[in-house]
């Protein structure tokens, strides 16, 4: 067996069993998950009806580079939403079966195992543990980048030694974060492109929380910020950019597996090599579904509608109770558990027991790097249920943080 897989550590997901283990819930209360980030909205029927349409597509081996009508309507698509110069759907665009799976694939085809240094890949911390697995299983080790609550959770790549980026062949960053929700800025993105191009690595910008915010304006894409800077129009647009989005949170369709990256040709050409050989290609049915979903943005204010209208009853009322604050996008709360005396175990484990809500402790979301472990003490809780299921978590947990308070005096 490979030997790399013994550095793989249990998703949070087991940890979080294993937390559980041997406790029973309150039975006089139903279950109230705010565990998993996956969307519970319901799917749009037209999507639905597309995919249902096409089912004729089954009986066709798909191409891994994807329809030229995906690939068109993807790129069409990058140009609306983030104001870019046209895209070459042939080059520059790559559908995917969901970011998660790209996501992983990319190292393989990113880093070479046969460096004389054993290269390394840069991750924010906390972070999506797929990146960790990636940088492992690719021959590589993960670096990891601490946010900082000071700087809106931004990871302060300020702290990474010289002698680190001359190994970094490849960085992993989330905008949208998961599970912080913050978004980096345009200031952000420059200082990133040069670290890019002067230790030459590749950047892989996971966007798939793109379209899930709560402000007026949208989300800063990678992208986006490239041009913005003047980086489209040079001899090698996106030099060294891929960016990763998916139709999963956008479109409430994640058993669809739908996504796509675009970015520098140079390396989307190897990456499709990889892919061809890997068996990476889309169903034709999801494609024509997907063709669907990116070309309607109707379903995808009313999907955000729903989400603003949550974190505006929730985040209140658990700000009585908890450091916690309204994230620039996502459908996730980080909160501070610190007043409440308890670890972020042992709040996750007692509100189970007493209240039968989960939640994830945010240290299984990151690691203890640089002296600390920025997760601890925080939980995540994914509002991805309908409002009244997360008012009633959100009141609950109020009650249990109350019980606490009051025990302590």
């Not at 190994?167 to 929700?181: A, D, E, K, M, W």
């Not at 039968?356 to 402790?361: E, G, I, K, S, W």
Request: with cysteine; proline share 8%; glycine share 6%.
């Amino acid at each position: 067996m490979n030997p790399l897989l013994d550095k793989l550590q249990p998703y949070p997901f087991e940890k979080l069993r294993q937390l559980f283990a041997g406790v029973t819930p309150n039975p006089a209360l139903r279950p109230i998950s705010l565990g998993i980030g996956e969307p519970k909205h319901p799917t749009p029927q037209f999507i639905r009806q597309a995919l249902a349409d096409n089912l004729s597509g089954l009986a066709n081996y798909p191409s891994t580079v994807g329809s030229e009508a995906l690939r068109g309507t993807i790129a069409n698509w990058l140009e609306r939403r983030y104001g870019l110069p046209a895209l070459d759907p042939a080059t520059q665009v790559l559908p995917v079966n969901g970011s998660r799976e790209a996501l992983f694939a990319f190292a393989q085809a990113v880093i070479d195992p046969t460096a004389a240094q054993t290269p390394l890949v840069v991750c924010p911390n906390p972070f999506y543990q797929i990146y960790e697995g990636a940088a492992y299983l690719a021959g590589a080790e993960p670096y990891f980048v601490n946010s900082d609550p000071a700087r809106n959770f931004a990871p302060d790549f300020d702290t990474v030694p010289d002698e680190v980026w001359k190994q970094v062949r490849l960085l992993y960053i989330c905008s949208p974060g998961n599970p912080t929700g913050a978004v980096l800025t345009l200031t952000d993105w420059e200082h990133l492109f040069a670290l890019s191009e002067r230790y030459d690595f590749v950047i892989a910008a996971d966007e798939c929380y793109s379209e899930i915010y709560h402000g007026d304006e949208p989300p800063l894409g990678a992208l986006q910020a490239a041009h913005t800077l003047g980086l489209s129009s040079v001899e090698r647009p996106y030099a060294r950019l891929v960016v990763f989005s998916s139709l999963s949170k956008r479109s409430n369709v994640p058993g669809m597996r739908s996504g796509f990256v675009a970015g520098d040709a140079e390396v989307l050409k190897k990456f499709l090599l990889y892919r061809t050989y890997h068996g990476g290609a889309m169903s034709p049915a999801v494609q024509a579904a997907s063709i669907a979903a990116w070309n309607d943005e109707a379903h995808v204010l009313d999907n955000r509608t729903q989400y603003r209208a949550k974190f505006t009853v929730v985040t209140p009322l658990l700000q009585t109770v908890l450091d916690v604050a309204l994230p620039d996008a996502g459908f996730y709360l980080w909160a501070d558990v610190s007043r409440t005396g308890l670890t972020d175990e042992e709040f996750a484990r007692r509100l189970y027991a007493d209240y039968n809500v989960t939640v994830l402790p945010g240290s299984y979301l990151a690691r203890d790097a640089h002296g600390s472990n920025p997760g601890r003490n925080r939980i995540r809780m994914a509002l991805v249920a309908e409002t009244a299921e997360g008012l009633e978590a959100a009141q609950r947990i109020v009650q249990f943080c109350n019980t606490l308070t009051k025990a302590k005096s």
